[in-house]
């Protein structure tokens, strides 16, 4: 057998899909059959698509595209941060205190400006984990992944761009206008329509999480990975509560032990930290890192 026909040998005997739909394009015909919605190669309708019965479609579909570009850049864990869309960066909180508004807004800007100690520790947790660099068969480790919003979540990116690393932002879809901030990589910007395969991927990669305060959506995320690992569907990993003082008054741990919902030994299950060098040493220790 000769060189020529082993290769042709090895060829692919159907077409890839997007030579197809280019011999569409290249070829196009116009009669009342070729124009029907039926018509439409299945995978090129939106409309179709967008139907209700394909639901189990578009959620493979999300769960696979971000699974498979992550793969490709070589992403093998994260450091995933959660934390409130709300607390603004130090240099924004003198403009935020400046703005006119009653007495009731004011004392809660106020609130919320204080928080912003925490913005600085979250960049500095991103940038210290980002230039630790770490590399495992062949794969990056604790890749910063945030929600890809503003506040907290830039703040997490802002802290691995300054780092001069990559980091990821999982974004979701809202009513009102939202977009990446403006530190996320943005081959690693990913958009989600569903909420519940946003937060998988947030945990498929992640080898510790980073919770900063924040109101119902961080609340979301951090209670539901807190189930996932008490009830053993998720193996224990590093879960580091920034600001104690903020979280024992909106929520009591300690009271839902004493009333029996959960147990003591839950408490255990995450680890108050408040600052970024005892977030990272937690880490180390935990995984044995140099």
Same mark, same amino acid.
């Given at each position: 057998?000769? %060189?020529?026909? %082993?290769?042709?040998?090895?060829?692919? !005997?159907?077409?890839?899909?997007?030579?197809?739909?280019? =011999?569409?394009?290249?070829?196009?015909?116009?009669?009342?059959?070729?124009?029907?919605?039926?018509?439409? @190669?299945?995978?090129? %309708?939106?409309?179709?698509? @967008? !139907?209700?019965?394909?639901r189990p479609v578009r959620f493979q579909l999300e769960l696979l595209k971000c699974e498979m570009l992550l793969e490709e850049a070589g992403i093998g864990s994260t450091l995933v941060v959660y934390g409130s869309s709300r607390i603004p960066a130090p240099?924004?909180? &003198?403009? #935020? /205190?400046?703005?006119?508004?009653t007495p009731e807004r004011k004392?809660?800007?106020? !609130?919320?400006?204080?928080?912003?100690?925490y913005y600085e520790e979250c960049r500095r947790l991103a940038r210290l984990a980002s230039e630790r660099a770490i590399v495992e068969d062949?794969?990056?480790? =604790?890749v910063i992944c945030s929600g890809g919003g503003p506040a907290i979540m830039e703040a997490a990116n802002r802290g691995a761009a300054e780092a001069? #690393?990559?980091?990821?932002g999982l974004n979701i879809v809202l009513p009102h206008e939202q977009s990446p901030n403006a530190f996320v990589t943005p081959d690693l910007s990913f958009q989600f329509h569903y909420f519940a395969l946003r937060?998988?991927? =947030?945990? @498929?990669?992640?080898? #510790?999480? #980073?919770? =900063?305060? $924040? $109101?119902?959506?961080? @609340?979301?995320?951090?209670?539901?990975? /807190?189930?996932?690992?008490?009830?053993?569907?998720?193996?224990?990993?590093?879960?580091l509560l920034f600001g104690e003082n903020y979280w024992r008054r909106v929520i009591n741990f300690e009271e839902m032990a004493a009333e029996g919902v959960i147990n003591i030994e839950d408490l255990d299950?995450?680890?108050?930290? &408040?600052?970024?060098?005892?977030a990272w040493n937690h880490i180390v220790s935990f995984y044995g890192l140099d």
């Open positions: 057998m000769n %060189d020529e026909n %082993d290769q042709r040998l090895t060829r692919r !005997r159907f077409y890839k899909a997007e030579q197809e739909a280019g =011999f569409v394009e290249q070829h196009p015909h116009t009669t009342p059959q070729t124009q029907s919605p039926s018509y439409r @190669l299945a995978f090129r %309708d939106t409309e179709f698509l @967008l !139907r209700e019965e394909l240099e924004m909180a &003198e403009a #935020a /205190l400046a703005v006119p508004t004392a809660i800007v106020e !609130r919320l400006v204080a928080k912003s100690k062949g794969m990056r480790q =604790f001069g #690393a990559e980091s990821i937060k998988m991927h =947030f945990l @498929l990669r992640a080898r #510790a999480v #980073a919770v =900063f305060p $924040g $109101g119902f959506g961080t @609340l979301d995320e951090f209670m539901e990975l /807190l189930t996932l690992v008490q009830t053993g569907k998720m193996k224990p990993l590093p879960i299950l995450f680890h108050w930290v &408040e600052t970024a060098e005892q």
